[in-house]
């Protein structure tokens, strides 16, 4: 419904950008109907105001509370849904969340783990192809992994480590053939210290995220790749506090006594990366 107030806001919303007008608009409807339908008392829009405010106060260079919210809440991959429709075998795009960050260059083959993690975790060995989705492989590709540690920590939040740790660049070589050695990723709570941690525990949902490795795929012609490989087995794949997980993204690790220059017993996790042309379109032209 809209309201004689409404209307006066719309009527204003007149900027040289057509789109900023388009989405300043739908937001602002969506903001007066939510009013209309819960009907917040002041007291409570106030406290919705502060708990923005909060938030902010908690990004740092390092954490962005913002895209933790967004996450928890399932926006970020409700946005991801939108955005990144391809071809029937594309290796489907998942949440990046909020730990990025630089990665240091790597050989093939390069172990990513050099902390405190490296003796207590299983060692793993994880390897695959970067392709098209004909399955043509894509040499000189760059994959960007980061991965928290057996303890559920990155690099950037905890002091044992080394920054960089748990993360590295690699480049495909004339195969489309990426590897490295690491420790198995381990399940583990989103941070609960800031205002994501509070709205979980006020709507009664867990913060785990199951298992995973994150990827960020890119390659000249085609659509830069964002996902996670997800392990299968793990309790929280059905429940993820971040909304992440697909079907296609679970791989099973394998256990090994022997290859990949490894000594002793090891998990080997085999996933291939399918990526999606930079001039598709949906309607094939």
Request: include cysteine.
């Amino acid at each position: 419904m809209t309201t004689p107030l409404l209307r006066q806001v719309l009527v204003q919303i007149n900027g040289s950008d057509p789109r900023l007008n388009e989405i300043v608009s739908a937001l602002v409807a969506h903001l007066h109907a939510f009013v209309e339908e819960v009907r917040p008392t002041e007291r409570e829009w106030l406290a919705g105001l502060d708990f923005l405010i909060e938030t902010g106060k908690m990004c740092t260079p390092d954490r962005n509370e913002f895209i933790l919210l967004s996450d928890m809440l399932g926006a970020t991959s409700a946005v991801d849904d939108v955005n990144h429709a391809g071809p029937e075998g594309m290796t489907p795009s998942s949440v990046e969340g909020p730990f990025h960050s630089p990665a240091p260059a790597r050989e093939l083959g390069a172990w990513i783990s050099s902390g405190p993690e490296r003796e207590r975790a299983v060692p793993t060995v994880v390897h695959g192809r970067v392709l098209d989705c004909d399955g043509t492989p894509l040499p000189g590709a760059v994959v960007d992994l980061w991965q928290a540690g057996d303890t559920g920590l990155y690099d950037t939040q905890d002091a044992t480590q080394d920054r960089g740790n748990l993360r590295g660049l690699f480049t495909t070589d004339a195969d489309g053939r990426y590897w490295f050695r690491t420790i198995r990723p381990s399940s583990y709570p989103v941070p609960t210290d800031g205002t994501g941690g509070k709205l979980l525990h006020a709507i009664g949902r867990h913060p785990m995220r199951p298992a995973h490795l994150h990827y960020r795929v890119t390659a000249p012609g085609y659509r830069t790749l964002t996902t996670h490989v997800f392990l299968a087995g793990d309790p929280y794949l059905d429940s993820d506090a971040a909304f992440a997980v697909k079907e296609e993204l679970i791989c099973r690790p394998r256990p090994r006594t022997e290859g990949w220059e490894m000594d002793g017993a090891y998990e080997e996790i085999e996933f291939d990366l399918k990526l999606v042309p930079d001039d598709w379109t949906e309607d094939g032209t």
